[in-house]
């Protein structure tokens, strides 16, 4: 059974910018959501996709969006980057109903300057 | 919104001591998860708490779920020093879409 897998690990990218990254959700889990974690913070929920549609999204700006495709796989695109959008990417997938709580990936450290 | 509290903040104990984590949420949920989290690490799930009075228990963790008074504690029980990282409550606030995180609690286990 594989895990979460998050790319790419590390990123650095500048002010206005725009970023895509990718997640491979866990063998059998049909959800897939992103949390943003900034620095000595607890994560934030970004958004969730079902079924390849957005299913909940948290208090982010539209230039957050994301894709979710039938292999469950997901992207999260961030435009216009800022500063504040430097933080730990998280991308978490689950069976949808089955109440055990979300895999987590290793994250992809953005960092803007 | 629902708000998820920890306390302590941070947590500095010695080894073969014991002591508990709190973590406190605003509104009515039967569904919380506890995870560890290692420095630039991701985070690792240790309980999943599904109803009222649940109680997990995995080597020198313990978890507990009080729905009605809405806190769940993380019991240390002879700290080691592997159990030094951040640990996080996560409440799902029934939507079954969105976990909300408590503020993580530093735990630093002093040999």
């Known amino acids: 059974e594989t895990g979460v897998t998050q790319s790419p690990t590390h990123l650095i990218k500048t002010r206005g910018q725009q970023v895509t990254l990718r997640c491979s959700s866990q063998?059998?889990?049909?959800?897939v959501s992103w949390y943003q974690q900034a620095l000595g913070q607890g994560p934030q929920f970004i958004f969730q996709?079902?079924?390849?549609?957005?299913?909940g999204r948290g208090n982010f700006p539209p230039r957050f969006s994301g894709l979710q495709f039938p292999n469950y796989s997901s992207e999260l695109n961030v435009n216009a980057l800022e500063l504040d959008d430097s933080a730990l990417y998280l991308c978490?997938?689950?069976?949808?109903?089955?109440?055990?709580?979300?895999?987590f990936g290793s994250g992809t450290r953005l960092t803007v300057v | 919104e629902l708000k998820v509290e920890q306390n302590p903040l941070f947590l500095s104990m010695q080894e073969g001591k014991n002591y508990t984590i709190y973590c406190n949420y605003s509104?009515?949920?039967?569904?919380l998860y506890w995870y560890r989290q290692d420095p630039g690490k991701s985070l690792e799930s240790l309980f999943v708490?599904?109803?009222?009075?649940a109680v997990k228990q995995e080597g020198r963790l313990m978890a507990s779920l009080d729905t009605k008074a809405r806190l769940s504690t993380l019991h240390i029980t002879a700290a080691v020093h592997d159990l030094s990282a951040t640990y996080f409550c996560?409440?799902?606030?029934?939507?079954?879409?969105?976990?909300?995180f408590g503020t993580g609690t530093s735990l630093t286990v002093i040999p």
């Open positions: 978490a997938s689950s069976l949808r109903g089955q109440g055990k709580g979300y895999t």
């Open positions: 063998s059998g889990h049909n959800t």
């Open positions: 996709y079902y079924r390849e549609e957005e299913n």
């Open positions: 509104t009515t949920s039967d569904r």
């Open positions: 708490l599904l109803s009222n009075g």
């Open positions: 996560a409440v799902d606030a029934n939507t079954g879409n969105q976990f909300y």
